[in-house]
């Protein structure tokens, strides 16, 4: 059944899964090619690969809309022979998260091929561990409308985790460009500097989190 979700937000009716991926010495040229290929391998297949520009230490994450459930079979993933050589590490995550024409939208990609609609997009993906007994404050917290903070982002999308990697919700936030993002920092960093604003709130809901800064990887 959907999951439920904060007040104003779309049901969580769909699984995605989310991979980071660190690319083996010598190998981020041919990872990102792998990527590329990958993007527009299938129409069927809705997917968003981002590449890392400032923050954890992953180089790409790739996040795929499987549909309403998600099946993993013996037979393995075909993809893997070619996968190996390419990584250092790698985790996956299945998650669910809102249809995938909302994401979409939310991202700035073209519904059908997944493609982003401008090139000067900029991407905050981020993920979260609540303190222990504070899943829904937090989620409450992360589906509040950027511009409640005065966060110029355009778009974002709370992804909840389902089995996986050690953390509860990843998210997403999208930016026109360098510029929005770059006032929405200095903003809150005025915030911060009153003693006031989302900087204080977030560090009470969480024990752990990260945000890395991103573009997407474009054929």
């Not at 994401?103 to 993920?127: C, I, Q, R, W």
């Not at 997403?172 to 989302?198: C, F, H, L, P, T």
Request: glycine fraction near 8%.
């Amino acid at each position: 059944s959907p999951a439920a979700a904060p007040s104003g937000m779309t049901a969580r009716t769909d699984v995605y899964s989310i991979t980071f991926v660190h690319a083996a010495a010598g190998k981020v040229s041919a990872l990102e090619q792998w990527g590329k290929k990958a993007i527009g391998a299938s129409d069927s297949e809705h997917v968003c690969i981002l590449r890392h520009e400032a923050g954890s230490p992953w180089d790409y994450v790739a996040i795929t809309h499987i549909g309403a459930k998600a099946t993993v079979q013996a037979s393995g993933n075909p993809r893997g022979a070619e996968l190996r050589p390419l990584m250092d590490w790698h985790d996956d995550t299945f998650v669910n998260g809102p249809g995938w024409a909302e994401f979409a939208k939310a991202m700035g990609l073209d519904e059908s091929s997944g493609k982003p609609k401008s090139n000067d997009d900029v991407y905050v993906v981020s993920v979260y561990r609540p303190v222990v007994g504070q899943d829904d404050a937090l989620d409450k917290f992360l589906n509040e409308p950027p511009a409640a903070s005065g966060d110029l982002a355009v778009g974002s999308v709370v992804l909840q985790h389902l089995e996986g990697g050690p953390w509860r919700f990843a998210s997403i936030s999208r930016y026109k460009n360098y510029e929005d993002y770059a006032k929405s920092e200095a903003a809150a960093v005025a915030q911060i500097a009153k003693g006031s604003g989302s900087w204080f709130r977030l560090r009470d809901l969480v024990s752990f989190h990260n945000d890395t800064i991103a573009v997407h990887l474009t054929p």
